[in-house]
């Protein structure tokens, strides 16, 4: 079906100014990551993965409302959101950029490990951003 081209432009748009964000994330981090001292990188070695796990969710699953309204049944919300074999790895491949800044820090050694393997977002790290995904899950 053909659309209009101003949703597809505005979604290019979106989908530029997000990947923008995420640049200046990662640079920022990468540069300011030993001034932050070591009590708040400790802190954030642990808070890393969850917070964005909690955003994951929050961003690729729609709200109960709009479920309802789609007509998407729990039973189905539970196996396209992360509980069956494929979703999960979905999942995981989601987070293949995310992990290689983890790694890059240092933040994704030692026990914190153990916590990126409960949330269901380890694996192996992307070698570059946006490293197509086939090869990075």
């Known amino acids: 079906r053909d659309l209009h081209s101003f949703p597809t432009r505005r979604s290019s748009d979106l989908i530029a100014e997000e990947a923008r964000h995420i640049g200046f994330a990662h640079h920022y981090l990468e540069h300011h990551w030993k001034d932050l001292g070591f009590f708040k990188r400790h802190f954030l070695r642990y808070a890393f993965p969850i917070v964005m796990r909690v955003l994951c969710d929050i961003i690729m699953i ?18 396209i959101w992360w509980d069956s074999k494929d979703s999960r790895k979905r999942l995981r491949e989601l987070f293949g950029d995310v992990r290689m800044l983890a790694d890059r820090l240092g933040i994704r050694r030692g026990p914190v490990r153990i916590l990126w393997k409960i949330l269901k977002i380890d694996g192996r790290s992307s070698r570059f951003r946006s490293e197509p995904k086939t090869t990075a899950a």
């Open 62 to 79: 729609p709200s109960k409302a709009d479920r309802e309204a789609m007509g998407i049944p729990n039973s189905v919300k539970r196996e």
